[in-house]
């Protein structure tokens, strides 16, 4: 079946604790990115990556880092979490990143993640 | 700036046509038009797209506006599991995906 595995769904650990949210889609994608969701501000993307090796910042990158070092996983590294980074977390994946290919966008199921 | 501007919520009966609104009218010629839907804290999930011309599948039709200004995204048939928020997205690239607060539609028995 195709789609994208986030690991894990709920994850509490406390400041300062370095972790990292695993993703892996197994479509062959080469589009990766990670959002995260938060009450009143919507899905707000964090990091995007067009293909292996290749990785940029979106909107709110701050706090995070990301890793491309083969197609199929997309790691989220939050190197010393704090409560602000408290949220809702989402990868997605898509066939190309390119503008001459419409591409639909396929999503995780989340990972809830509580910094105290 | 906020691409698109949806109504906050919108309620439809269980059987009836849910026709969700969006207005885009800064859209550019090579921008498309889509919609995801986010069922409870679930991931967004694609519904359909389009560039111009109206576009059906198995779940929804989208009709778009001859000036490309706006569209109405059609559940034809609604049932209580179509309960979600809808994002209507304008964008070029995948990259350039933006989500906005969406639509809240609530399908009543």
């Known amino acids: 079946e195709a789609q994208v595995t986030q690991n894990p769904r709920y994850l509490i650990t406390v400041t300062g604790k370095k972790l990292t949210v695993t993703c892996s889609q197994n479509?062959?994608?080469?589009?990766m990115s990670w959002y995260r969701q938060d009450p009143g501000l919507g899905l707000r993307q964090i990091y995007y990556?067009?293909?292996?090796?290749?990785?940029d910042k979106g909107d709110v990158p701050e706090g995070y880092k990301v890793s491309r070092k083969e197609k199929r996983n997309f790691p989220l590294i939050l190197e010393s979490p704090s409560p602000n980074q408290t949220s809702l977390y989402f990868c997605?994946?898509?066939?190309?990143?390119?503008?001459?290919?419409?591409?639909?966008?396929?999503f995780g199921q989340g990972t809830r993640l509580t910094v105290v | 700036d906020a691409k698109t501007t949806q109504p906050t919520s919108m309620d439809c009966a269980e059987g009836r046509a849910a026709n969700l609104p969006c207005n885009h009218s800064?859209?550019?010629?090579?921008?498309?038009v889509y919609w995801y839907r986010q069922i409870h804290s679930q991931g967004p999930q694609y519904i359909i797209h389009?560039?111009?011309n109206n576009e059906t599948n198995e779940m929804a039709s989208l009709i778009i506006t001859e000036d490309r200004k706006s569209s109405t995204l059609i559940l034809p048939h609604a049932t209580l599991r179509d309960t979600a928020v809808y994002y209507c997205i304008v964008r070029v690239e995948v990259r350039d995906m933006r989500f906005g607060a969406g639509t809240r539609l609530t399908v009543k028995p």
């Open positions: 800064t859209i550019s010629g090579n921008e498309y």
């Open positions: 997605a994946s898509s066939p190309r990143g390119t503008w001459t290919i419409e591409t639909e966008a396929f």
């Open positions: 389009g560039l111009k």
């Open positions: 990556s067009m293909n292996v090796e290749v990785t």
């Open positions: 479509m062959n994608h080469e589009y």
